[in-house]
Every structure is written in C-alpha cells, then in structure tokens.
C-alpha cells in the first residue's frame, strides 16, 4: 500500500493486485466528527428502540445481499482465504445483528431489582443510558468483526460512533462505512475516521466518552495512559499467546486437526490462534506425527478452495522470521514448513511451520508470535502443563482436550485465561452469549453477551418511593431511635430471624418517625 494525504492506493497482500484507491482522514477534521457525533446523539438516543433496531435489519439484509462482494473486500484486503473471511469475518457480524435485533431490548430496558425488606414500600430498577460518543479503534487480523461488533454493541443503545479502522486493511474500512450508508443509518451517527496511529491519537485525545480498543498491549498501554488523564473508561482486547493442552486420553486425531486449525488460521494471524502446544509425553510422538499428516494435506493460495492465505502485512512477516530464527539459533527442530532462509522475500505466503525441541528462552514461548507457527513442548503430568500454560503474560484463551471431562474441567478451572475450550479452539469467541476478554496482559474488561451491550451506558440505580409518607424512620430526629435500631439489627441480621422483635422494633420506629 503506498499512501499519501489524498492519495491512498491499496494493494491485496496475497496477489499483489490494486484493488482500491480512497482518500485518509486528516487529523484537523477530528473537530468537525466529533461536532457531528454530539448533533447526532441527540436524536439517535432517544429513538424509539424498535426504530433504531429496525436499522440493524436494513445493515444486516444490505449484508446478506452483498455477501460475496464482502467477502472478496476482506479476503483481498487482508489477504485471507474467502472461506476465513466469510465464516470467521461476516458470520460472526450477522449473528451478532441477529443476536441484537432479538435481545438488545430486553437487556437494555429497565430493569427491576430487589429491594430489601427493611425498605418496605419502596422499589428499586437499574436503568441503562448511552454514554454519549464511543470511540472504536480497531486491528487488522479481522478487520471486519474486530470492527463491527464493538460499533454495533455501542451504537444499539443510542450512543453515537466514531470508528477508526486499521490503516492496514483500510478498503475494508472504506466498505464498512459504505454498508452503514446503504443501509440507511442516520448522518453522523456512526462515522469512519480513515487513518494511522497519529489519527487514532488525535480521536483519542478528543475526549471521547468511551473507547473501545483492540489490538497490540503496547498501543493499549498508550491509549489507557491518554484515557485516564480524562478518567474516561476504556476497554482492552490485547495480544495473546494461547496454550493448548493435550492430555493422554485425548482423541489424537481431533486434537491434531483441532491444533492445525487453530494455529494456521488466518496465517495464525489470530489474538486465540494456538500459540504453545502442551502435549503429555506419553503421546507426544504419535500427536507430532499426525500434526504433520495434517499440515501435509494444507493448500496455500487466494481462492475460494484454499485453506492458508498470506500474511497480511509485511512487518508481521519480519516478526515471525525474528521469532523462528531466534527458536532454531537455540536448539530447534523445523518438523514442517521452510528455513527462513530460504523463504521468498517478495512473498506474503509462509507455509504453516510445526516446531519441537522447543526450549522455555526462545521467544515462540513467550511472545506473541502472530503468524503460522506451532511450538509442540512435552510435559510430563497435568500440574507441569497448568504451570507452563499458565507461565506466560498473557491469558487471553486456552484450550484443554481430554476424553475425560471432568477432568478437562478441573484443568480448565485452574487455568488464568479470558476463556478456556474443552476439545475445540477459539470457537468460544463466536458465542456472543460467552463474555470475551482477556486476563494478564491481555486485555482490561469483557465484552459479548448481555455485559457487553451495558458497558456501553452509564448503569444508573433508581430507588423509588410512593412519597406518602411524611417521614422515614432513620430521618431526623434520632432521639429515641438508637435501641429500637439495635433491636431490629440483632433479630435481622443474626443466623435465625426473630421476626416478631424485627417488627415490634420496626413498628415503634414508624411511630417515633411521624
Ligand atoms: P496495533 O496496536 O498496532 O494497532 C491497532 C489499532 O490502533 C490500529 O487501528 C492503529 O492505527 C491504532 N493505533 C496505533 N497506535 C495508536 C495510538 N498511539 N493511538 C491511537 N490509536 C493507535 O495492533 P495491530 O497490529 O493492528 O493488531 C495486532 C494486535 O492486536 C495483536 O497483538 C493481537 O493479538 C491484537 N488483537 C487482539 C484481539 C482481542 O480481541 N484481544 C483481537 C485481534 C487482535
């Protein structure tokens, strides 16, 4: 991709293809989206709900009609296979709009809470308030469901958007702003700021009410740093280094296929790709061999048959290099794939490496690789797999295979992660009932499911009274008060209730309080 201020041409990683030319947003416009953000807001949040929901189904109907030209936007843009853009990009996207336009309501509405009994006649709700405007910035491994899921969530309970794509796969962003505009969303209710890291800086620095941001710890230390000057709330969904731990009982042969998928999707280029795999030395040699079985049968290219696409920018190549080459300096063995020596320097296309001998300093251990890389480490009981999965960070997901699974579970409990999956990978992502995030380094809060749609609002708590009565009984005056108090303390809160002294403690407090 070559860039300048007016001039943005886009070139697909994986062919080399231009495919788009479009234009960056300049930092001095920030002003002039955030000014429209606010006019915005006044209406978008306080539309009817089923209106502003009724925009959901028009994006996801302009979706679904265009959901071949979606996925070539994404698979060029990013240099992903179509079959990774469409089930893992676009699927997710639909089911969430799916999710909203059936339960978004329900779980933003006012909702009723308990209220104690000491506080007879009164009742109490929590109450849901957009925050105002949400600053989105987003990475580019997923450049469309890392994008929209985090914009639809805040945009469903009035807040207004301002979203700011990654730079690397900037056509996808250009066509998200595209879909919202097609699918008739009002102006200035969601708005794409296109640009690097100097504008996303300028975005932050606008004071947002919130900001939503995935991608890299160092970025997000940045941006909480920035955030907290203003005291405004952000959330983070950062890197990851995702064991997998297979246990001797496991189903070899799922295991395998589960832990080729899971590393070599996307190019491995995933924050819950498989990144450490933690295989009980009783089968280690059986599991390495059809680990490779498997990663033999794999085709790499930029069709719709292809499992492995390309890197999707040029620096993530250098990393992985950095990272293989540091693992085989100290002592590694290269099972599949090539040297970095002899790797084609004008190529996006790394073939999927699996690597053993694998030693706790090589950096495939302990940092976040993010490309198609498998580290196969043996251990020898459950309690060195938790220690070593758990020696890392990160924990952001993880994943246990095991036939036994309560035994799966026991390891899963102990496991510091965001999530942890029994005899699958990074599926738990796709539940938008499950909350997502990370723990560590990781990442600060969740999002998903009913949480994710309320830490878009200010929860506010409502107590409410019928105001019939002239006075409350822990109101002025005190005089007289005191021992009733006591009295009703001690025969409500101790292991048995003693309701008569409860209510004649009580009833002479309502009389002392006229
Ligand atoms: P990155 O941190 O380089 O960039 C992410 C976004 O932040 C981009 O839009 C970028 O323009 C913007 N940005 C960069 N510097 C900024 C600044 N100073 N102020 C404001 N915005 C700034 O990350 P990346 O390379 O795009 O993404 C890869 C990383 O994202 C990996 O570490 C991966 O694990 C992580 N990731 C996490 C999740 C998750 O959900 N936890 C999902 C996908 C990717």
């Given amino acids: 991709m070559t860039k300048t201020k007016e001039h943005w041409d886009v070139y697909s990683p994986s062919t080399g293809e231009h495919i788009y030319t479009m234009n960056e947003t300049d930092v001095t416009e920030v002003d002039s ?13 306080r539309m009817d709900f089923s209106k502003r929901l009724s925009y959901f189904a028009n994006l996801r109907n302009v979706i679904l009609q265009e959901l ?34 059936s339960s978004a309501e329900a779980i933003l509405r006012r909702q009723k809470v308990k209220t104690p009994i000491v506080f007879i006649g009164k009742k109490s709700y929590v109450e849901y308030m957009p925050r105002g405007i949400v600053l989105v910035i987003s990475p580019w491994n997923y450049p469309f469901q890392l994008s929209m899921i985090p914009i639809l969530s805040a945009l469903v309970s009035g807040n207004t958007v301002i979203a700011k794509p990654s730079e690397i796969t900037p056509y996808v962003g250009k066509y998200m702003e595209e879909l919202f505009e097609r699918a008739g969303f009002p102006e200035g209710v969601v708005q794409f700021a296109h640009g690097g890291k100097e504008l996303g800086g300028a975005l932050v620095a606008s004071k947002p009410d919130y900001i939503f941001f995935t991608g890299s710890v160092a970025t997000g230390k940045i941006i909480a740093k920035q955030a907290a000057e203003h005291l405004i709330p952000v959330t983070l969904e950062l890197g990851g280094k995702d064991p997998m731990i297979v246990c001797r009982d496991a189903n070899i042969e799922r295991a395998a296929k589960g832990a080729v998928w899971g590393a070599f999707t996307n190019s491995g280029q995933v924050c819950m790709s498989v990144e450490r795999l933690y295989v009980d030395e009783t089968i280690y040699e059986p599991f390495i061999s059809a680990v490779k079985k498997e990663v033999a049968a794999l085709t790499q290219g930029a069709s719709k048959e292809h499992d492995v696409g390309s890197m999707t920018f040029h620096t993530q190549v250098q990393i992985v290099k950095n990272h293989v080459n540091d693992a085989l300096v100290k002592g590694a063995v290269l099972e599949t794939g090539k040297n970095p020596t002899d790797w084609d320097e004008d190529s996006m296309f ?15 251990v302990s940092e976040e690789t993010f490309g198609p890389i498998m580290p196969i480490i ?31 579970n026991q390891i899963a409990s102990q496991l510091v992660s965001g999530a942890v999956i029994i005899n699958d990978v990074i599926i738990s992502v796709a539940n938008h009932h499950l909350p997502f995030g990370g723990a560590k380094q990781s990442g600060v809060g969740r999002y998903h499911g009913e949480q994710g749609l309320r830490m878009f609002c200010h929860e506010k708590a409502i107590m409410q009274d019928a105001g019939k009565k002239s006075n409350e009984i822990q109101w002025y005056p005190y005089n007289g008060k005191f021992d009733d108090f006591k009295n009703m303390i001690e025969a409500f809160y101790g292991n048995q209730r003693k309701w008569v002294r409860f209510l004649k403690s009580y009833l002479n407090l309502l009389k002392k309080s006229k």
């Fill in 33 to 45: 989206f955030v000014a429209k953000s606010k006019q915005a807001f006044q209406t978008w949040s």
């Fill in 68 to 101: 071949d030209q979606t996925t070539d936007v994404i698979a060029k843009d990013a240099g992903k296979v179509q079959m990774d853009a469409l089930v893992a990009d676009i699927m997710p996207v639909l089911d969430f709009l799916k999710f909203l336009e």
């Fill in 350 to 364: 790394l073939q999927p490496m699996v690597l053993s001998s694998i030693t706790n300093d090589m950096k495939i």
């Fill in 378 to 408: 043996p251990f020898k009981d459950e309690q060195e797999a938790i220690y070593l999965a758990n020696k890392s960070e990160y924990g952001l997901n993880a994943s246990v295979w095991s036939n036994d699974i309560q035994r799966a």
